[in-house]
């Protein structure tokens, strides 16, 4: 199916820096072919010095229906929201926005859905587990909301600032009484379940999040890095016999979430 774009046509972004690593312009595109809206969707790479003047004018951009915050602004999302659903609301951090009818935006937060379904997709149980979780950004603390929302029984984070990690820890204990605990190393020992939700692996030169010798194969290993489509810590994992699962394949698990959400089609847990 030809792409025709015409000034009728409605636009949708995928905002970040850096940007070069997303998938979600070209699948969600097809996505909206698929549907047979007329809707194209780009991605805008913006620079930190540059994101308070793109928040403070994106209302103002009248054919754009619609946003996926990626990293490092999944909190600026938030902020530009005047709604959010709940899951967005308890993390005030948005992946994905969309126009009301009144011109402002509504915020949703599907990161730890994606990670979740994609785990579940292998056969791996989270109800019942232990989960590390390395990274406690706006992915990270989504994947984390998601563990508990699933059964996760106990759930340990470590960050390398530690106050970011302390302050998600308190946000779901108040949620999750005495099921959140904050780390100091990033030791998988003890775990079902290793989350790997910060941005190493994206290059080449960078060390591995965690010490692999520690790696059992009676544990499954999640990535959010979507490139490589392979990072270093999955190959290693793989090695050691670990279940895993891909940022890529988590990236697909939400693809039909993220174009319902867009495209106001019901949402779980949405308000």
Not at 64 to 73: A, C, E, F, K, S
Not at 83 to 103: D, E, F, M, V, Y
Not at 168 to 192: D, E, M, Q
Not at 207 to 222: I, R, T
Request: charged letters at 15%; glycine letters at 8%; a negative charge.
């Amino acid at each position: 199916m030809s792409l025709k774009i015409t000034g009728k046509t409605r636009v949708y972004m995928t905002v970040g820096y850096p940007i070069s690593q997303v998938k979600s312009p070209g699948d969600i595109t097809e996505f909206f072919q698929r549907r047979n809206v007329d809707a194209v969707h780009i991605p805008l790479e913006v620079q930190p010095k540059g994101i308070n003047e793109f928040i403070a004018g994106v209302t103002s951009y009248s054919n754009v229906d619609g946003l996926i915050m990626t990293i490092p602004y999944k909190f600026e999302g938030a902020n530009l929201c005047s709604s959010l659903s709940p899951r967005a609301a308890i993390l005030n951090s948005a992946n994905l926005l969309r126009r009301t009818k009144n011109g402002e935006w509504h915020g949703d937060m599907t990161d730890g859905i994606g990670f979740c379904n994609a785990m579940e997709a292998t056969g791996t149980e989270i109800a019942g587990s232990r989960a590390l979780l390395i990274g406690a950004g706006g992915a990270g603390s989504a994947i984390a909301l998601e563990l508990l929302e699933r059964g996760v029984t106990q759930l340990h984070i470590f960050d390398i600032k530690q106050s970011r990690a302390v302050d998600i820890a308190k946000l779901l204990n108040a949620n999750f009484p005495h099921s959140v605990h904050v780390t100091t190393s990033p030791n998988p020992v003890g775990f079902n379940i290793i989350a790997h939700a910060s941005p190493t692996g994206m290059n080449a030169e960078d060390p591995l999040p965690l010490e692999d010798s520690h790696l059992l194969s009676s544990m499954h290993v999640g990535d959010v890095v979507t490139a490589p489509p392979i990072t270093s810590l999955i190959r290693v994992a793989r090695e050691r016999g670990c279940n895993t699962h891909t940022g890529i394949e988590m990236w697909e698990a939400q693809q039909n979430v993220v174009v319902d959400f867009l495209l106001h089609e019901p949402m779980p847990n949405e308000s």
